[in-house]
């Protein structure tokens, strides 16, 4: 089945230092989310990427989509001590199986 | 408020007892999904639904069973079939298909002892 791979899985950065997540699809996707879990909560969605080479920010946030649609990324600029948390992303193939997440980076933040 | 309820926020049971966990949304969503969550293990699917009385497995749903006879609820079984089920549990809903945003619950964490 589809596999969804992310790195690193932990980063731990100077707050101020700049940080990224990279995912890797086994597959085509037909669409990648992101989300962001803080620590003891829930996962929430940040955003939904789906054209082949897609660039959007939300402010301090970029997310690309790869040209082959198998990979993505999400680079904060100037980390702040609010971004703390694990991000996931999260693929779907355009078939009847679901989203497939990947096991997510943490990202902690020294002051 | 609209949103998605899970009951209750943390569940203890014995080993080889059937747990039932509960999911409601009022989000007027088509569909639902569960999740399990592990340590670095990420978000794994165990079942989803996409329309009331059908419902499909995920990558995990051995020892797990669901209904969906309500469009607003999506109620969870652990079965005592379910070999390690210790874990943290999450509901999402969303409109109409996979392909779009997922809101998720508050979680159930479940320890069997």
């Known amino acids: 089945g589809q596999q969804v791979m992310q790195i690193p899985q932990y980063q731990h950065v100077q707050e101020g230092e700049d940080f990224t997540t990279y995912c890797n699809s086994s597959?085509?996707?037909?669409?990648i989310q992101w989300y962001k879990q803080r620590p003891g909560g829930h996962p929430v969605f940040l955003i939904q990427l789906v054209k082949s080479g897609e660039v959007k920010k939300q402010k301090r946030l970029t997310f690309q989509f790869g040209e082959a649609k198998k990979n993505s990324s999400l680079h904060i600029t100037a980390t702040q001590t609010t971004d703390v948390g694990t991000y996931f992303c999260a693929g779907g193939s355009g078939g009847a199986d679901g989203l497939t997440f990947g096991k997510g980076t943490h990202l902690i933040i020294q002051p | 408020d609209g949103g998605i309820t899970q009951s209750p926020k943390y569940l203890f049971r014995k080993e080889g007892q059937n747990v039932t966990l509960s999911c409601e949304q009022n989000l007027n969503h088509d569909a639902m999904y569960w999740y399990r969550q592990d340590p670095g293990q990420g978000l794994r699917l165990i079942y989803y639904?996409?329309?009331?009385?059908?419902?499909q497995k995920g990558d995990i749903a051995e020892g797990y069973s669901v209904s969906r006879e309500k469009k607003e609820s999506f109620p969870l079984t652990v079965t005592s079939a379910q070999k390690n089920p210790t874990a943290f549990y999450l509901c999402?809903?969303?409109?109409?298909?996979?392909?779009?945003?997922?809101?998720f619950g508050p979680g159930t964490r479940l320890t069997v002892l």
């Open positions: 999402a809903s969303s409109i109409a298909s996979v392909y779009n945003e997922q809101f």
């Open positions: 597959t085509t996707l037909s669409n």
């Open positions: 639904s996409q329309i009331v009385n059908d419902f």
